[in-house]
T-cell receptor, first 112, second 112 residues
Framework: KAGVTQTPRYLIKTRGQQVTLSCSPISGHRSVSWYQQTPGQGLQFLFEYFSETQRNKGNFPGRFSGRQFSNSRSEMNVSTLELGDSALYLC???????????FGEGSRLTVL | GESVGLHLPTLSVQEGDNSIINCAYSNSASDYFIWYKQESGKGPQFIIDIRSNMDKRQGQRVTVLLNKTVKHLSLQIAATQPGDSAVYFCAENEQAGTALIFGKGTTLSVSS
């Protein structure tokens, strides 16, 4: 069974641009969560989607948004990029609304 | 806000030693705790979890201990191997279906 797949793995953007990151969960998993990882703040929760509905949202500005499609694939978008948005963005999936989270390898975003 | 933290940012051990990684949490309402391992360039990998109605849980070479009285969580790794070198995070969950709150991580270095 394939794991959580995130694309792209690496990307470089400049301030003011926007970016879209994609996540394909493990087959059969309906919940997808997104986390931001930085050296200073560690792993911070962005949002969680379950059956196409956002169920939880972390304390991030409105520039960060996401969505989930009917096949459980998810995307997150960051608009008007700032230097501080440089981070590893991790996606995680799980089968139901609770249980073990399986993480992807992340998308490393660098904002110049 | 309430968060989970680790006592030491780094831990260095010799191959074959037993390692103990500690974590303090502040949210007494948390009822589910997880340890993750993150190797360089990869996403966090589930190691072991424990619910608040348990004090101890054992896995393969790993044991998690939970002391709810002092809000302390620890991960014990027996016969530490070089492949155990990674960053270890504890995480807590206040209730089923809510977001995980991660500690900042302990970097375990194993020398042979």
């Amino acid at each position: 069974k394939a794991g959580v797949t995130q694309t792209p793995r690496y990307l470089i953007k400049t301030r003011g641009q926007q970016v879209t990151l994609s996540c394909s969960p493990i087959s059969g998993h309906r919940s997808v969560s997104w986390y931001q990882q930085t050296p200073g703040q560690g792993l911070q929760f962005l949002f969680e989607y379950f059956s196409e509905t956002q169920r939880n949202k972390g304390n991030f500005p409105g520039r960060f948004s996401g969505r989930q499609f009917s096949n459980s694939r998810s995307e997150m978008n960051v608009s008007t990029l700032e230097l501080g948005d440089s981070a590893l963005y991790l996606c995680a999936s799980r089968q139901g609304s609770t249980g073990e989270l399986f993480f992807g390898e992340g998308s490393r975003l660098t904002v110049l | 806000g309430e968060s989970v933290g680790l006592h030491l940012p780094t831990l260095s051990v010799q191959e074959g030693d037993n390692s103990i990684i500690n974590c303090a949490y502040s949210n007494s309402a948390s009822d589910y705790f997880i340890w993750y391992k993150q190797e360089s360039g990869k996403g966090p990998q589930f190691i072991i979890d424990i619910r608040s109605n348990m004090d101890k849980r054992q896995g393969q070479r790993v044991t998690v201990l939970l002391n709810k009285t002092v809000k302390h969580l620890s991960l014990q790794i027996a016969a530490t191997q070089p492949g155990d070198s990674a960053v270890y995070f504890c995480a807590e969950n206040e209730q089923a279906g809510t977001a995980l709150i991660f500690g900042k991580g302990t970097t375990l270095s194993v020398s042979s």
